[in-house]
Structure formats: structure tokens, C-alpha cells
């Protein structure tokens, strides 16, 4: 079978545990992966430093940045000698169609007689000012394929004009046997609630601070992760007589992650939607499932679809919902066990890097060569 040599552009991938993809892609016979990432990324957690944790498989080639921290203007200033040295059939740029990282690495892509594919999570119709409407009215009309991370991010291509096929693919999955239950035993009594991501408004932290405080005593809260709303959160929950029970955790490597999760009776992601913002996915519902903690999620964006069936689901910006779904949890030890298997069989059906990376492969195959 001839290989199909593919380039993949993916500053996401800085970030150990989003490799298990690549060798995954990789590991299909006709696959030929070189994937350029840049030494670090920086973002609201600081430097996130490039990790080195799967490699099997596909050349990793690192990159100089420019505009480094930028979400809309970095891009790559040596991607055309990379491209060149390459001669991909196929660029994959794991960006959104308004940045400029993308935009440029079309016109290379173009230029080079490759075909080229963008993936988007953006599931709001947002209109962008010039120069990025250019930008991203340009890769709508010149990308060969669209990968959209959520249903409703397919449908706002399509309104914006994009006429290309598509698929409707996360970015990345789990893998399960990183992301895998603790062994039986060892909990005590006292229920364990967490939370992991950014401490920003439409993450509605306040919400499950303002639950918590509902709950009776013998409870733990744990708040992982860092932003602008660090310090206001310590104070609600010292205003709400829980900060003794409330514990924030900074940003750890992705490595260690899964042993926290394990940590947990519950996970809890109650986002609330804002103008210009609503849930894109919350890859730590499948990482909190694959790890066998019940979830529960508020009703933003795409949460509901993420969960399914295998966790619960609360009106978002609700903390009386919020508080009703733990307690249910508390006092259910048969739901808990319910909501532990039917998450991690959720995961393992749909959500797994293979699972992604054979999807994701598929729609390689179909650019190259399309179906009759």
C-alpha cells in the first residue's frame, strides 16, 4: 500500500498526553506523519513547555514561532522549507480558520499542490474584525476539508459559507489505559467534588462554590487549575464558610493529571454560557469518565452531547442543581456505580485517541482518494 505522507501543524501538541494521537495516526501502514509543534506555547497557564511522552512512530520536528502567545497571529516562519522537505499529499492544520498560522499555511500548502484540511471548535457565529474575516473568508473558500470539534462548530461553517465536505471529529481523545479507574478500595466516607480547568467566568466556578456551601460538612472541594478569577473564588469561598474545606491546586504536567481524577467522587463542569462563548467540549468530562468518576455538566453547548447518558446534566448557572445532583450522587452508591461503568463505556466507544485517530485517518484517505 503507497504511504501518504502527511504534515500535520499542531501547537496543541506541546502537550505529552495529545501525543498518544500521533502514534496512533501513525501506526496505520499508509501513513507517512511528520508533525511540526514549536519548543513551548504560551497561554492564561503560563509556558506550557513542549513534553516528550509518545513518539513511536512519526517524525516530531520543532519549530520556531512568531508572535508566540498569540492566539490569532502566531504562524511559522520556516513551514515553507518544512513543506518542502516533506512534499506532503495532505497538510493537517490543527488551527482555527481565523488565525493567520492557518491562512499561511494554506497558501503553502496550495503552492506546494498539496491538499489541506483545518479543524474548528469555534460554535458561535461570531463575526471577526479585519484582518482575520479576510483570513478566515479565504481558508472557507481555498480548504480541501473542515474538521469541526462539536456539532454546532459544523454548523457554523456552513452559515459562514463553507461549502467543503466535513466531519465532525474531536481533537483529541483519551487514552484508556492512561486514563483508567483506581483500583477498588482505599476511599473513605467523605465525598470527594472536583473541578479542573480555567478560573474564568463562563467556567462557572461560582456556581459549584455556591453549591458546595449547600452540601453538609463532610464533603472536600477541589479546585484545579489557574486564571483571572483565582483570588475572587478564594474569597467566595471563605464568604461562604467553606474555604476550610475548599483546596486550589495549580496547573500540574499532564502526566500526573489522571491520578488526580482518580482522587474524586465527582467531577463537576457547570460552564455557563456567555456572549461570545459556550462550552466547545470539556475534554475533562472524558478524561473524569475514562478514569470511572461520575460527571455532571451543566446544559452549555456541548456538554450534553459529550455526557450522553453516562452522567448528569444540570441547568446551567443553577447551583440548587448543582447541590441536587451531588447530594444524589452521595446518597445513590448504586447510581455512583451506574455512572462510574456507563462513563468509561462511553469513552471507550467514542471518545478513545484510536477511536479519533482512525476517524481522523479515514477522512485522509477520502481527500486523497474520494469515494466514487
Known amino acids: 500500500m503507497p504511504s501518504m505522507r502527511v504534515l500535520m501543524i499542531s501547537k496543541a501538541c506541546v502537550v505529552g498526553a495529545y501525543q498518544r494521537k500521533l502514534e496512533e495516526i501513525a501506526a496505520h501502514p499508509d501513513i507517512e506523519l511528520t508533525v511540526i509543534v514549536p519548543p513551548e506555547w504560551r497561554d492564561e497557564r503560563g509556558v506550557v513547555r513542549l513534553e516528550r511522552a509518545h513518539m513511536r512512530g512519526y517524525t516530531l520536528q520543532v519549530e520556531p514561532l512568531a508572535l508566540n502567545g498569540s492566539f490569532h497571529l502566531h504562524f511559522y516562519p520556516t513551514l515553507a522549507r518544512q513543506i518542502a522537505a516533506v512534499r506532503p499529499h495532505l497538510v493537517h492544520i490543527d488551527e482555527e480558520p481565523y488565525n493567520l498560522a492557518t491562512w499561511h499555511a494554506l497558501q503553502l500548502a496550495r503552492r506546494a499542490g498539496a491538499r489541506a484540511l483545518f479543524f474548528t471548535w469555534q460554535n458561535i457565529n461570531r463575526r471577526y474584525p479585519f484582518p482575520f474575516s479576510a483570513l478566515e473568508a479565504s481558508v472557507l473558500r481555498r480548504a480541501d476539508y473542515a474538521l469541526c470539534g462539536n456539532r454546532e462548530a459544523q454548523a457554523v461553517c456552513q452559515a ?143 456538554i450534553p452531547n459529550v455526557i450522553g447518558d453516562a452522567g448528569l446534566i444540570v441547568p446551567e448557572g443553577s447551583p440548587e442543581a448543582v447541590a441536587e445532583a451531588l447530594r444524589r450522587l452521595q446518597c445513590d452508591p448504586a447510581l455512583r456505580a451506574d455512572l462510574r461503568q456507563r462513563g468509561r463505556a462511553r469513552v471507550l466507544a467514542r471518545f478513545t485517541q484510536r477511536q479519533i485517530a482512525g476517524d481522523t485517518v479515514a477522512v485522509y484517505r477520502d481527500m486523497i482518494n474520494p469515494p466514487v
Open 160 to 302: 459562514k459559507g463553507y461549502r467543503g465536505p466535513s466531519s465532525v471529529i474531536p481533537q483529541f481523545g483519551v487514552d484508556p489505559e492512561i486514563f483508567c479507574p483506581a483500583e477498588a478500595g482505599g476511599k473513605d466516607e467523605t465525598l470527594t467534588i472536583g473541578y479542573a480547568g480555567r478560573f474564568v467566568p463562563e467556567k462557572g466556578v461560582e456556581t459549584l462554590i455556591r453549591a458546595f456551601a449547600q452540601l453538609d460538612r463532610g464533603r472536600r472541594l477541589t479546585l484545579l487549575g489557574s486564571g483571572p478569577q483565582r483570588e475572587a473564588l478564594a474569597r467566595m469561598a471563605a464568604e461562604c464558610g467553606v474555604s476550610d474545606r475548599t483546596t486550589f491546586l495549580p496547573w500540574m504536567p499532564s502526566a500526573e493529571f489522571p491520578n488526580f481524577l482518580r482522587t474524586l467522587d465527582a467531577l463537576v463542569l457547570p460552564s455557563v454560557t456567555q456572549p461570545h462563548w459556550k462550552e466547545q467540549f470539556g475534554r475533562v468530562l472524558v478524561e473524569a469518565m475514562a478514569c470511572g468518576v461520575p460527571v455532571i455538566g451543566s446544559t452549555c453547548g456541548e
